[in-house]
């Protein structure tokens, strides 16, 4: 699958632009100081160029250095939505970043029939020169959540100053768009049309942006900042039928806070304290949304089936989580993930349904059964791990598997199965320890696939507090699970979106 070839082949050309310096890099971040970043909160609001679509204001967290990172040698990149890594040898930079773009449009009277351009991830090599007090960098980004073929290069020129108490930094840059990119986020495509609306394709375009950043500490441990953006659409872009307006702008201001709570790395204790073996059990109170969409034939699709809805089955349950951790040569992990749900109801229906080849006509009493259950092994590797915190990375295969059944007094029974292929996922994964006994981790995994039969996704993100009593942890959490299939399995013709999110408290027990 083309998304994980893109990452590997952007890990490679990270590793051999400078593999002396590569070899060095995992020491030098596990020795590295956190307490140079501070953790706070960001007001931002950004220009909708879409037609009919409100401007965004938005508060989210971020994480930030006390100095301007231009300057710096720090590995973390944390900033202007990127976050990756990086290694500084000499004048030159190369590093890794990815960001979530968001770029497309909410809800718009004006633009009805037209598909929302969704949220995707991209990742993207780095390299930067800064011999002159004028720096260059250039990102190629490609995007590694399936929803178009699409890159976008970007090119800055910047200058960045360092004060005594804080930073400014003037620049400005060119954003070249492929035309699957262009086309993706700005065109039109003949499903979308209107009399208003033509098909429209507006190929590959380059956009100029002013940007100023600025950061002041205000003492020891407090830092405000801020940033604003000036967009100089291309012209194919401002005659796309979807836009109506000529630029863009943002401004963002942030004021963040340095606990100093990070402690330094003691190679003679490393890790000693962490148990090499555990067993979790998590009980999970989910909100679970599931859709079925079961096709006669390719040319002729069924009925939308929303589960709870239609068939009656409740939408909150009580789910059940094991998972099995296992830790070997200090920075790998072996883990196992197992969960299930079982749910049944009945109702009478208040329209005609079709399920496969089967009517059920309105007012006809149906019991149903849905069924669930998700598996996944994975590998993982920690890039930094000590006594207090650790973060890696996970690679390996999931499965899950969701049954429907129907049983109605006409039609006997009638079965909707969902394909159960197995998939690959990736994710990080992380801790920090705010005491002797409380811990904050954090996971999360997805996949995007498009392969043979299948199209698909699937997003996974768990954050939970564990406090630790001798060799039992307690834990309280929140998480988030969805998956989305597309098929045209000769089995399954037809499509299946099935998503639960909600708190959670787990009993560990290590070994």
């Given amino acids: 699958m083309k998304q994980y070839i893109h990452v590997a082949l952007l890990l490679s050309v990270v590793y051999f632009s400078s593999n002396a310096a590569a070899a060095n890099l995992l020491d030098k971040a596990r020795d590295y100081d956190l307490n140079n970043y501070a953790l706070g909160f960001s007001l931002s609001s950004s220009a909708n160029i879409y037609k009919g679509a409100e401007d965004s204001i938005i508060l989210y967290p971020f994480l930030t250095t006390m100095q301007e990172s231009k300057l710096t040698d720090d590995w973390l990149v944390v900033g202007e939505g990127d976050v990756g890594f990086r290694f500084v040898r000499g004048d030159w930079t190369f590093g890794a970043v990815g960001r979530i773009q968001t770029l497309g449009f909410f809800d718009s009277d004006e633009l009805l029939g037209v598909d929302q351009r969704r949220w995707a991830l991209e990742m993207a090599p780095m390299v930067n020169y800064r011999a002159w007090p004028i720096q260059i960098s250039f990102k190629p980004y490609f995007e590694v959540s399936d929803r178009h073929d699409g890159y976008v290069g970007q090119l800055e020129f910047s200058y960045p100053k360092q004060f005594e108490r804080g930073y400014m930094t003037a620049a400005v840059q060119f954003d070249y768009m492929s035309d699957d990119y262009s086309n993706y986020y700005f065109g039109v495509r003949p499903v979308e049309s209107a009399l208003d609306r033509p098909v429209y394709e507006p190929g590959s375009v380059v956009n100029t942006e002013l940007k100023f950043s600025w950061g002041y500490v205000l003492s020891e441990h407090w830092l405000i900042n801020g940033r604003v953006g000036w967009l100089f659409l291309d012209d194919d872009i401002k005659n796309s039928p979807l836009i109506d307006s000529d630029q863009g702008w943002n401004a963002s201001v942030g004021l963040a806070y340095n606990a100093d709570v990070f402690k330094p790395r003691d190679g003679s204790e490393r890790y000693s304290g962490s148990p090499n073996f555990r067993i979790k059990y998590t009980a999970l109170r989910d909100e679970l949304n599931t859709k079925i969409v079961r096709d006669a034939s390719p040319t002729a699709p069924g009925t939308i089936i929303d589960v709870e809805d239609v068939l009656g089955l409740s939408n909150k349950e009580t789910v059940g989580q094991l998972d099995v951790l296992y830790r070997f040569g200090g920075f790998h992990r072996l883990e196992f993930s197992y969960s299930s749900v079982e749910r049944s109801g009945s109702v009478t229906t208040a329209s005609d349904i079709s399920v496969g080849d089967q009517f059920i006509p309105a007012a006809t009493t149906i019991d149903s059964a849905n069924d669930s259950q998700t598996m996944r092994i994975s590998y993982g590797y920690s890039l930094l791990r000590d006594e207090q915190k650790e973060l890696g990375i996970t690679a390996g295969i999931h499965r899950t598997r969701l049954e429907t059944k129907i049983f109605s007094t ?74 989305k299939l597309d098929s045209t399995n000769s089995d399954f013709l037809g499509s299946v979106e099935f998503n639960h999110q909600g708190p959670s408290a787990s009993i560990a027990f290590d070994f």
């Fill in 410 to 483: 006409i039609t006997g029974e009638v079965e909707s199965n969902r394909p159960d292929p197995v998939l690959p996922t990736i994710g990080a994964y992380g801790s920090v320890s705010l005491s002797s006994r409380l811990k904050i981790n954090a996971e999360g995994q997805f996949f995007r696939l498009d392969f043979d039969r299948y199209d698909g996704s699937l997003n996974y993100m768990r954050v939970e507090a564990m406090y630790q009593l001798g060799r039992v942890g307690l834990g309280l959490g929140y998480s988030y699970y969805s998956v």
